[in-house]
């Protein structure tokens, strides 16, 4: 099945000139409300995950009142757990400065352009990953890069 390209009149290309043109004002509007949406739930999920990393630190939270734990198999439980936890809480964090970084493109304009080719990204890829920084032919060629 053939490609169809995008119309040249819909973007300017190659030029580096305001990616603001391609999206409608009205998008950018959304796609802010989006990643501010998305800004705000990650923050509250690293506040609880954080929360919990920290109560599992703490003696007294397990409600065992000595220091001395019941089972091996707990404790690795609870190792696993707490790094599982961090794990989560490090991934929201990268998350959050790809939001941030994504509502500062659409402050300078460049919100929708690829930052590898240049090119605009899709609108639909753009829906489902808001804070990406590139078009799906150079995010599949980054990623099989490794």
Not at 84 to 98: A, C, H, K, P
């Amino acid at each position: 099945m053939p490609t169809r390209e995008p119309a040249a009149s819909s973007f300017t290309k190659g030029t580096g000139s305001n990616m603001a043109s391609a999206l409608k004002a009205e998008d950018l509007a959304q796609f802010r409300e989006m990643l501010e949406g998305l800004r705000t739930r990650l923050k509250g999920d690293l506040d609880g995950m954080t929360d919990e990393a920290l109560r599992r630190n703490m003696p007294e939270s397990s409600g065992n009142l000595s220091n001395v734990p019941l089972h091996m198999a707990d404790v690795g439980t609870e190792n696993y757990d707490q790094e599982f936890t961090m794990s989560l809480i490090e991934n929201d964090q990268d998350t959050l400065g790809q939001i941030h970084d994504a509502l500062g493109r659409i402050a300078d304009g460049t919100y929708g352009k690829c930052e590898e080719c240049g090119q605009p990204i899709a609108k639909p890829r753009l829906q489902a990953l808001p804070y990406t920084r590139h078009c799906i032919e150079c995010a599949r060629a980054m990623e099989s890069q490794g």
